[in-house]
Every structure is written in C-alpha cells, then in structure tokens.
C-alpha cells in the first residue's frame, strides 16, 4: 500500500516538473501570417511582401511564399526563420509578360503548425526591368477617342493609333542607350514623333534614336502615331498585329518591349471600292438622288425607320 502511494506521489511530481519546463509549443493562436501587396511588378519579375504578428517571443516561425499563374501555387520560394514579429519579402524572377499571378505568405511554427496568409494577386503587364532600366510600351486608338493606354488595343482598317515608349531609370545611370521600333506590315507609319514632349525633332524612329545618358530616376518619353492598312490588306475576321521596339544600353545589354493591335475586318473579302466606268457615269444623277431622298426623310419624320432599314 505504502509503494503504491509513494508511486502516485511521484508519478505527480514528475508530471508537474514535466509541464512546468517544457517549452510552451506555438499554436495557431500565438501567431499571425498576413499576405501583403506585391511591390515593383515587372513583366519578368516582382517582390512578394507578408507580415509575421507573433504572440509568443523567442518562437521560431519559418515563413516563405507559395505564388503561381493560377490558385494551386505551383511555385515554393526558400523559408527563412523568423523569433518576432516582422515584415518579409522575397523577389522573385522569370515571370511571364501580361500575366495574372496568386501567391500568399506562408507560416509554420517548429512543431508543425501551419498558417497561411489570404490569396492575392498581381498582373505583369509588359514593363520590363534589365538591370537598372525599365521599359514599356503601350498604345490607344485615336480614331475611337478610347484614351487609356494599354498593352493591347482593337482598332478597324483605316484607324489611327498612337504608340509610346517609356524608359524609366532606377538609382543609376544609363549610358548611350539606342531605341529602335520598326512597324510590322499593315501598320504604316504616320509621323508625330515626340521625345520628351519635344515635338520638333527630327530623329528617325526606324533608323533608331540615340540617347547618351539618362540620369538616376528619370524619364524618357517616345511617342508617335501610325495607321491600320485598308481593310484590303487584311483576311475577313480578327488580325493581331505585334508592334516590337528594341532598347539597348551600356548597362542593360538589349532587352524588347511590344504592344499589340488586334485588327477586327468585317468588309466581305473581294468587295472593292473603286468606281467601274458606267457608275461614274450616272454619279451626278445619284447625288441628286440621295440628297433628295434626305430631305424628304428629314421633313417628313421617316428617318429614324431609313436607317433601321439600313442597318438591317
């Protein structure tokens, strides 16, 4: 009986001792992982950013990022160890261009818990950075007055875009950088050439345009316009037309940039334009005709039901 007491008596002061200098393990309640903002998007490279809110000091968290083009995050970037609260980033490189990318922090404590930030996201667009230069190129359609720069643009034969280039330096200098763009078949140049708003220069953007040095955190601006060929020189449907300028520097090497121009055709293949002999003959006589089919559509209420007939 006597060792039966002295074993449970024992047996208890071991389990106190046991519990009072055990390490207190971290749970899910004694940390925090928060997913914040990607930070300097490129279109081959960004910085992923999370936080760590530790509730309990001297625990060590080990974080990393998970990040990939769609929700399964094919993508692990390296852990690092993390005693207190903090914030943490990871660059990351070989991204795709005009491309949507998930990522989300990741926490997990040395006895296996895990904890994971909120999902979030970013876009690539076509703004490359080599070395300490980054460049895009974006265009509008002047024809349809849609005024918002993009990497993409739809446009008709015959319509008028405009084309900008954009060279923005980091903390340090570039030397003799040299711009060329030369304009695929169907988009025909138009002139209207400015280099940093400057509108009387004279340089030649397919021969190539030379700028000897751009100072740290600066900017250089390159903008023209061009036209989409006849509708002639396109198939029925949609056409995309690839607008490539190649930069090369000092420090940067070479590096590309593009802008697309997605042509949508509607004119039935085979249809032409161009007056045959006997309808010249009798365009004095239409003239009239159409002028006073006008005023009498006009006077008479009826124009509104003309041109629903025409558009049917």
């Not at 005009?98 to 040395?110: D, E, K, P």
């Not at 345009?209 to 250089?220: F, H, K, L």
């Not at 085979?270 to 006073?292: Q, R």
Request: glycine content about 6%; charged content about 10%.
């Amino acid at each position: 009986m006597k060792k039966t007491i002295f074993f449970q008596i024992s047996l208890l002061i071991a389990v106190c001792l046991t519990v009072f200098f055990m390490p207190n393990p971290v749970s899910s309640a004694t940390f925090n992982i928060q997913t914040n903002s990607a930070t300097n998007i490129y279109s081959n490279q960004a910085i992923l950013n999370g936080s760590l809110t530790s509730f309990s000091s001297g625990s060590i968290i080990n974080v990393w990022f998970e990040w990939g083009t769609d929700a399964t995050f094919n993508n692990q970037g390296s852990s690092q160890e993390l005693n207190h609260s903090s914030s943490f980033s990871k660059d990351i490189t070989g991204l795709l261009s005009n491309t949507t990318y998930y990522f989300r922090a990741v926490g997990q404590s040395i006895y296996g818990e895990k904890i994971y930030g909120q999902q979030m996201t970013f876009y690539t667009g076509n703004t490359t950075l080599t070395g300490n230069l980054a460049v895009s190129k974006k265009v509008i359609n002047l024809t349809t007055k849609n005024l918002n720069w993009q990497n993409s643009v739809s446009a008709k034969p015959l319509d008028i875009l405009s084309f900008v280039i954009t060279l923005q330096t980091g903390n340090q200098q570039i030397n003799n950088i040299f711009v060329k763009d030369i304009l695929p078949q169907n988009l025909i140049y138009k002139g209207n050439l400015t280099l940093n708003a400057d509108l009387n220069s004279s340089e030649d953007l397919e021969d190539g345009i030379s700028i000897d040095a751009m100072e740290p955190n600066s900017i250089y601006v390159i903008s023209y316009q061009a036209q989409v060929a006849p509708a002639g020189n396109f198939s029925f449907g949609e056409t995309t037309l690839s607008n490539t300028a190649t930069i090369t520097g000092s420090e940067i090497g070479t590096d590309s940039v593009s802008a697309n121009v997605i042509v949508n055709n509607s004119n039935i293949s085979g249809a032409t334009s161009v007056p045959t002999g006997s309808a010249s003959n009798y365009l004095p006589f239409l003239t009239i005709m159409l002028v006073a089919t006008g005023i009498y559509l006009y006077f008479s209420g009826k124009t509104d039901k003309f041109l629903n007939w025409i558009q049917k």
